[in-house]
């Protein structure tokens, strides 16, 4: 009943919703600061951060879409992720043959091309790893 209410929150033309993940960076202050470093690092030329895309470092943070959902950033550890049939066509031709991992892709195409990808403020699917409770009993 949830996921079915919050997919319908998503805009009709989304391509990838990111419904498990981790090592995302929220627009919360301290990421906000730390994309003004690295943005500040970028023109100064230093530590390397002139050869990343400013696009990139522009779209490092989730942003506010809805109550319950991100405009996807950066987001790392996608465990669990719904796309389209546009999405796929894209992710295959930007990407034969395959060199990238899979959760890796979405950063890279979208600091390059258009992207309609989103993330749930509160993830559906969890790794057993991140989690503090089981089922398993």
């Known amino acids: 009943e949830r996921f079915d ?25 301290k990421y906000r600061l730390q994309q003004s470093v690295y943005r500040m690092f970028h023109h100064l030329h230093l530590f390397n951060w002139h050869k990343v895309p400013m696009k990139w470092i ?40 395959v060199i990238l991992q899979a959760d890796r892709i ?10 309609k990808a989103f993330a749930p403020k509160k993830t559906i699917f969890t790794l057993s790893e ?4 089981s089922s398993i009993q």
């Open 5 to 29: 209410e919050l997919m319908q929150e998503l805009p009709k033309d989304w391509e990838v919703a990111m419904l498990g993940y981790y090592g995302e960076k929220p627009p919360t202050f």
């Open 58 to 97: 522009d779209e490092i943070c989730l942003s506010d879409y809805s109550n319950s959902w991100y405009e996807i950033g950066k987001v790392l550890g996608t465990h669990a992720y719904a796309i389209n049939q546009s999405a796929a066509k894209k992710f295959i031709e930007y990407q034969t043959p």
């Open 106 to 115: 979405f950063n890279y195409f979208k600091s390059e091309n258009e992207l």
């Open 130 to 133: 991140l989690s503090q409770e």
